[in-house]
């Protein structure tokens, strides 16, 4: 069964200083979806990125970056010089099967940047 | 363009009542989904639909939960009757299912969510 850990529940940092959010998941699926979403206090979810299993190169896309490592089935996202605007929760998903369609979300971790 | 669409935003029933959530999908999606959350058992994926047809209801909680999906442009999910247990924030999400560069382009866009709380 596929299983996803994000084992930090809350994080506070002060502005401006880089923040490391981390995910773990499990599956046995060769062929398998990663996602990281934000939650803002507003509470819609946004979608920030999709990885499948087969592309381990990281990716960088303004402040945040992600990487993964199939090594140690970790896709941990990191926010550099973080704003107060990047307060939310953020949820690493984990999807298998040929479609991978059946997402399985993790607990998340609520991130709150201090001015 | 316009996102998921999800009425209402808010509802507020007494127990026992039926329920009706609704969802709009983003338009050329063919694939929709609906989840619920709750503090005790986070992101639960409850059904989804391709193409209009059910593909997996492993999800629903009981038969008090059903969801129909009549045409590419419309979903709803029912609770009939209504529990205090059913109090959560409930998302439609809808993706475009296509496969990209031997893999399947399959993230999924989600409404702003429906709050229920059932007295």
């Known amino acids: 069964a596929q299983k996803v850990t994000q084992v930090q529940t809350e994080i506070s940092v002060v502005e401006k200083e880089d923040v490391t959010l981390d995910c773990v998941y499990e599956?046995?699926?060769?062929?398998?979806?990663l996602f990281w979403y934000k939650q803002p206090p507003s509470g819609e979810l946004v979608f920030l990125i999709r990885r499948n299993s087969f592309d381990e190169q990281n990716e960088i896309s303004g402040r945040y970056s992600w990487n993964f490592q199939k090594s140690t089935s970790s896709f941990n996202f990191t926010i550099t010089a973080s704003q107060v605007v990047d307060s939310a929760v953020y949820f690493c998903a984990l999807s298998e099967g040929n479609y991978g369609q059946n997402f399985v979300f993790g607990p998340g971790t609520r991130l709150s940047v201090l001015p | 363009d316009a996102g998921v669409i999800q009425s209402p935003r808010h509802e507020v029933t007494e127990m026992g009542q039926e329920v009706t959530l609704r969802c709009k999908p983003i338009s050329g999606h063919n694939s929709l989904f609906w989840y619920r959350q709750t503090m005790m058992r986070g992101l639960e994926l409850l059904i989804y639909f391709n193409n209009n047809v059910p593909i997996d209801d492993s999800g629903m909680p009981e038969d008090r939960f059903s969801a129909k999906m009549p045409n590419a442009s419309f979903s709803t999910l029912k609770i009939q009757p209504s529990e205090p247990r059913d109090s959560a924030v409930y998302f439609c999400?809808?993706?475009?299912?296509?496969?990209?560069?031997?893999?399947?382009?399959?993230?999924?866009?989600f409404g702003p969510g429906t709050r229920l709380t059932v007295l």
């Open positions: 599956t046995r699926d060769t062929t398998y979806y």
């Open positions: 999400a809808s993706s475009f299912l296509r496969l990209a560069g031997g893999f399947f382009r399959n993230e999924q866009f």
